[in-house]
């Protein structure tokens, strides 16, 4: 899945906005959405709060959790604990970048979101490099890694299949060595074992 496809699928999640305009019932694939009236806060798929923010039609209302207070509790619960701790919201890195590229002025604080954001990502990406990098050491056959967003997965799948394919391209080249090594003392044994007769 590349990151394109990530994006189709957290645009799905609802986001409040504020619009503008007037309007009915708006009939989707994904269910209805309005009435919409000025003023009134009205729950939207993202991707279509993203267009009228385009737009100019509405205003986002800021999710709970992309207050930077709550980014710290998560943040410094993501520092203490050794495992992935579940996020605020699924594909938070992917919604968040998309509400702050649309609507940097509808977020209170949206430079120390963005910190507080990055900040979160840098340590999780250090402990997936992590749980990799025991993982191939540890010879494993499968893994299970609790709380991980698919975009953060999709940072390391490509380097997973090359570097099994590198341990496993040594271990036959080992394997083959050790091999022609006994093939060999045993050839050699044999011949010694004639010779003394």
Not at 27 to 41: C, N, W, Y
Not at 49 to 66: G, I, S
């Amino acid at each position: 899945m590349d990151p394109g496809e990530i994006e189709f699928l957290a645009e799905k999640e609802s986001i409040e906005v504020v619009p503008n305009f007037t309007h009915g019932v708006m009939h989707l694939i994904q269910g209805d959405v309005g009435p919409f009236r000025p003023g009134l806060p009205v729950s939207v798929p993202l991707w279509l709060a993203v267009n009228l923010r385009q737009r100019q039609r509405c205003r986002l209302v800021r999710p709970n959790w992309l207050a930077v207070d709550r980014l710290e509790e998560v943040r410094d619960q993501e520092k203490e604990e050794a495992f992935f701790t579940e996020m605020p919201t699924s594909n938070i890195f992917v919604v968040a970048n998309l509400i702050l590229d649309v609507a940097t002025v509808d977020i209170e604080k949206a430079d120390e979101v963005r910190t507080m954001l990055k900040d979160i990502w840098d340590i999780r990406q250090a402990k997936l490099r992590k749980s990799v990098d025991d993982f191939i050491q540890g010879g494993f056959l499968h893994s299970k890694l609790n709380h991980l967003q698919l975009i953060e997965l999709n940072n390391v799948r490509p380097l997973l299949p090359h570097a099994f394919d590198q341990i496993n391209r040594l271990n036959l080249a080992t394997a083959g060595a050790r091999r022609s090594t006994q093939s060999s003392n045993s050839s050699r044994s044999f011949l010694t074992n004639s010779l003394s007769y």
